[in-house]
């Protein structure tokens, strides 16, 4: 009697098969039937094939809390990796010459290693020419204006500009995104090299040098939240030591989920998740310029794994901002134009009076001098 895998790693919502092998001993009978031992944090059931004198049991394997076996309190957390045994042994074991022990395998209910996740880059700022591949290459930089970005990642406006250095063999070509269009990445699953889905699960975006020129489609009420919504202010008032980037899978709390107390108090606030039930998306300001994006998932739910990455975004499309607000620029143009059709009335009507003719003759003087100055200027030239 033994396993196929004595040892292997669970994730959640992922079924385990575990096949069980028994080749009786002739003349011994094979038993009917293989009671397998999951623990506490699995569940299982069975299913048994015979081949000749070789019997085959398949062993599915599932968390207690998935199956809806077990109370939320059931384990420490169900955000938290562990460890559990399956143990087979025979059914109605009878005394019998030849002692068949009980068989351990060792689930690793954790994360999987080999998985990361890769950010679809189908149209690239490169391949349409708007960036230079091989400048990026060379000890390229880009400035960030300081009315753009938050070195604290609080979104106030810093004191000096920030230069940004670009790290190509990092980023590759940056996304080209249309400022004025909602986007939002396309987050794709890998495992072993090989392409696995398109994730659906929930995800955070942070902009890795504190830019804060982007907003969301979505506020708490439009994303239906019955509390209110984690978002990186609040999660890096509780980080500590571990820093801005410190929202994951483990203190994400779904602003959809029953048992979250915390009241909706301010509903128009910005939902800052992507992915998952809504279709939230970013909306970019009114700036071209590069981006560079942390993206973390944090459904607990889709793997143990912390699966994060760090890829760039150019957005452009984006006219310069106006150096006046209109308000200014509309009040100068309309005096401007008001200013015209007057002077177009006042002047014919001023001309034939004496206060007339004495403008006009300083006019005419002024330009006379003009000319001879400018003509004994090309003389001497």
Not at 158 to 180: R, W
Not at 321 to 350: C, D, M, N, Q, R
Request: hydrophobic share 40%; with cysteine; proline share 8%.
């Amino acid at each position: 009697m033994s396993f196929q895998k004595p040892l292997t790693g669970l994730e959640p919502e992922a079924a385990w098969m575990a096949p069980g092998f028994l080749l009786p001993t002739p003349p011994s009978c094979p038993p009917s039937l293989l009671n397998p031992d999951c623990g506490t944090t699995l569940g299982c059931s069975t299913a048994v094939v015979a081949f000749s004198l070789l019997l085959l049991q398949n062993i599915s394997l599932r968390q207690q809390q998935l199956l809806g076996r077990a109370d939320p309190n059931f384990t420490s957390s169900i955000k938290r990796p562990t460890i559990s045994t399956v143990t087979l042994d025979i059914a109605n074991k009878e005394i019998s010459c030849l002692d068949l022990k009980p068989l351990t395998a060792l689930i690793s209910v954790g994360c999987d290693l080999e998985k990361k996740i890769v950010i679809q880059n189908e149209i690239s700022a490169c391949y349409n020419g708007v960036l230079d591949p091989v400048a990026l290459q060379d000890n390229y930089s880009y400035v960030i204006e300081r009315e753009a970005y938050d070195p604290n990642f609080r979104g106030q406006k810093a004191t000096e500009d920030l230069e940004v250095p670009y790290h190509y063999e990092k980023l590759g070509c940056p996304i080209l995104v249309y400022y004025d269009t909602p986007w939002k990445p396309v987050v794709e699953l890998w495992r072993e090299g090989k392409f696995q889905e398109v994730v659906e699960a929930e995800y955070v975006l942070l902009e890795v040098n504190g830019l804060f020129t982007y907003t969301y489609s979505l506020t708490a009420d439009m994303a239906l939240c019955s509390s209110q919504p984690q978002n990186w202010t609040t999660i890096a008032k509780t980080a500590g030591d571990k820093g801005p980037f410190a929202w994951d899978r483990e203190n994400y709390v779904s602003c959809h989920d029953p048992n979250n107390s915390a009241p909706l108090r301010w509903p128009k606030v910005p939902y800052q998740i992507l992915g998952g039930p809504t279709e939230n998306k970013v909306v970019f300001d009114q700036r071209n310029g590069i981006y560079i994006f942390f993206i973390s998932i944090v459904d607990p739910y889709y793997s143990y794994c912390h699966l994060e990455a760090t890829f760039s975004v150019y957005v452009y499309g984006a006219f310069p901002l106006p150096v006046f607000p209109p308000e200014i620029t509309i009040v100068l143009l309309t005096g401007a134009t008001l200013l015209s059709v007057w002077l177009a009335y006042a002047i014919p009507k001023l001309l034939p009076t004496e206060q007339g003719l004495r403008v006009k003759s300083f006019w005419v003087s002024l330009r006379r001098r003009c000319r001879e100055s400018w003509a004994s200027v090309w003389a001497r030239c």
